[in-house]
DNA sequence: TCAAAAGTGTTCACCGTACACCCATGG
DNA sequence: CCATGGGTGTACGGTGAACACTTTTGA
């Protein structure tokens, strides 16, 4: 195996980032217009070039930031996508991250400036390039890592009602589920505190706010637990 | 979010293949020595640069077949690294996919050529720059990948015995199984056929050969049915 | 008093797991 | 005849899935 450094090819690596958000028993994504070319006026996820100095976790990170305003959110790596064709302008193959944020956080200024909407999955108008590729298979991952992991909170605001959480892993399965069943579910989990006050927004009896227990939940990782939903 | 093209900066795009074989019960890696700089005479996994005209599936497709004169082999993108100082001569971000071959089917001449060893996974040595963790997450994704898809077979001969199937299974979860509950669950899938022949070279008895039958696979998974070890 | 959502238990089928003995054969 | 690995069944506890009624309260 021959690996000259020298005379191979220079790419251009991009990031692009599928940023999910929950609103309304809906997940959402965030999509800006493309303000340049190509592709000018058409959909698509927000990416950028990766910088110098800087790994693709960072390049995803930043990208997110000017978007959202929001630092420190759960991104992970989808796949990479290398297809000589994908961007008709230049070579250029782009590592696609997900995240999942609380979509009240988001910072409304930034996200108007840059021409980006909050649109529900079920209604993802058609992408650039390979980009509807790229949120079929995050939706894939997110299916299995909430599945594995209390990730799911992520998208929640710190303090949430158990239906809320069962709309929410719904959206993200695109089933129903038996609210009986998923409450006793979570409940042998123990990892969420119940707590005293109640969303009065919902409904006239009112429904009880949860809040997730991360020291709780790494304490009883460390104990051999594993989350299973 | 301002992408332009221009001056943005061009990087060396590499893949490197975690290669897996089953042998003696064992899951081994096929390594090589590295002949070249940096690093030379390290133990690596088998890279090389993207081409203009490839996509990283053909990249990682080529890499092996160089190696082993195998193609049509199952491969998987795991990750992408990208950490600016990953390399030392160069920044090079490096797309890292696993693969699962028969052991036996491989060209022994092309792999001596290019000074490649096949390592159990547990006498695995000290690898260039961030080739343990991509070996790492391989690992973890041939388990996860294995549990919901009957991809295993593709580390056996096409006649396997129950007992090298759990051995396999074994191997890529390096935990024990009870031999009744495994041969249970395998016979409810319900997607090998067994054959009238014996396997004579590991016991005195012998035991029966299986093969697994992907059309009937295939066509079960049409009607719903779901893989799960 | 009624509409709307919240909250709560039981039953049953199936699955996972633990566990031990006989079989066939070559040497 | 014996050593070696091959092959097989049962019992039990736990889990997942189906299923309906009562509670609260604001309007």
Redesign the interface.
Known sequence: ?????QG???????VDCIIFGFHNDELKLLL?KRD?EPEKGKWSL????????????DAANR?LL??TGLDDVYMR?V??F???NRDP???T?S?AYYALINLEDHNEELRKK?SAHWVALADVPELIFDHAEMVKMAIKEIQYKTSIQPVGFELLPPKFTMRQLQKLYEAIYQEDIDKRNFTKKINKLDILVKLEEKDMSSSRKGSFLFEFDKEKYEAKVQNGFSFKL
Chains 1, 2 share one sequence.
Do not use: C, K, W
């Open positions: 195996m021959i690996n000259s450094y191979q090819t220079q790419i251009l690596v991009a800006v340049f927000v990416g950028g070039f990766l910088q110098p100095n800087e790994t693709s976790d990208v000017q978007l790596q796949n990479t290398t297809d000589p302008v230049e070579r193959i590592i840059n």
